[in-house]
Every structure is written in structure tokens, then in C-alpha cells.
């Protein structure tokens, strides 16, 4: 198939962009590597696309002693190929050489990925395991918004009408952390069955781990990251990731269920070597 009929636009200014946005009908085209697809099936209706490829702003990406700001236009290429600076101790760049391939890498975005919100899509699960923030501006004016707190939904987030991401800030890792991940594909390049990300920072006895691919919003599992840190390790930490994944309420199958258990169990021990 092919897509129905649609005017195109193509702004070189945020403030244009925006404004364009504001007309119902109206939709964003970033990388196009989700979109263009729905569109050609026509699961995307869309009366006038904004191709925010030409806007420079989108692409900038700035330091600061505490955080790096990445353009929400910064292709996962960047990230893959090191091109951009890196605030994660290298877990931004080993997941982006890792999804999708390379011909989708070259075009997709991080703002992009995440505006979709795909529960079973990498950048989602990476951002909110690193506690990132994302910069949104509308025609009402500019917020930030914590990651964790921006995907509602399976394709449901926090973005308003005509509400684009412009950036997605990551706080800088501290040295002593250490990162471990986990992921389970039918085969490579496709998207996950189950997937998992852990931080774990014994000098700061600080942990952070979280669930993807979990039909909805990554899950955090607090308790269980505090039960790591803590001294508890391996198998001993099942009953509490399954604990915490039950009281998600997701309704996984059984075998579902033990599988991110298992991919959880697995970032974990990423983590420790």
C-alpha cells in the first residue's frame, strides 16, 4: 500500500515547527523509520507531515559538569559510532549498535524513538534507567519532563497536542558505576521479547534496575535493586524481582513472567563482572 494523500512541510526553525504543529492533522517526521511504514499501511492518518529534519537546533548537543543534552534530532549512529560525547560510561553506546540495523541507525532518532514510546524499543528502557529528563516545547511553552514519568502506556506518553521532544538530557554517570545488560530477540535486529538494564555502584551503594519490553512503561524495581546492594545476589533475587513484576500488574503469561526474571537475573550478573 501506499500512503493517503498529505501536504508536507519542511521548517528550518523550532518556533516554526511548533506552530505548524498546532493544526490538527498535523504530525512530526523525524527519522521516519516507524512512521513512514504506518503511513504506507495507513495505520497514521496524517493530513500534514513537518519533516524536522532541517532543524539545527534539533541536532545540537551541549555538555554540562553535570549532564550531557543530546538534540532530540541525534541519529542512534552518533551514539553507536561515538561521534557524540558520552555521559554513561559507554552503556549508550553498546545498546545503540544493538537494536534494530544499521540501515535504521543511520536515519532513526532518540527523540523520535522515544515519542513513539515502543514498550519493546531500547532508547525507552536505556533513558529511564539512566534517570534522563526530556525537554518538550508546544505552543504553551517549554517543560521538562523525568523520563521515568514520560511513557504512560504501550504508544501513550506525556507529550501534549503538538508537543515535540527537543532534547533528552543524561545526568553523568559517576566513574564507579558499573552497568549491565540483558536482552532476549527472537533474532538480531528485531525488537525485544524481554530486556533488562542494571546499575549498580557499590562505592555509592546506589542500584538501579529496570525491566523492557514489559507491555507498557519500563518497570523500576526498587525493592529488589535495594535487596542487591545490599549484599543479596543470583537466584536469592528472584523471589523479589518476581514480587515486584507481579505487583506491576501486566498480566504476563507464566513463561513470559520467567523470562524477565531470568533477563533481570542476567543484567544483573552484566553488572557484576
Known sequence: MKPASFTY???TALDEAVQMLRDAGARPLAGGQ??????NL??????????????AALRDVSETPAAVIYGAGTRHVAFEDGLVPDASN?????VAARFAYRAVR????????LALADPAADWLLTVVTLEGKLHLKGAEGSRIVAAEDFALGPYFTALAEGELITAVEIPRRPATECW????????IGEYAESMALALFDKSAAKARLVLGAADGAPIVLRDTAAAWISGTSGEALRPLILKEIDAAEREFSAAKRHMHATTLLRATQDAAK
Open 180 to 187: 549491565g545488560y540483558s536482552k532476549v530477540t527472537t533474532k
Open 9 to 11: 512541510a519542511r521548517p
Open 42 to 55: 495507513r495505520l497514521a492518518p496524517v493530513e500534514q507531515l513537518v519533516d524536522l529534519g532541517r532543524i
Open 34 to 39: 516507524s512512521l513512514v511504514p504506518m503511513l
Open 90 to 94: 559507554g552503556l549508550m553506546r553498546h
Open 106 to 113: 543511520n536515519r532513526g532518532t532518540i527523540g523520535g524513538a
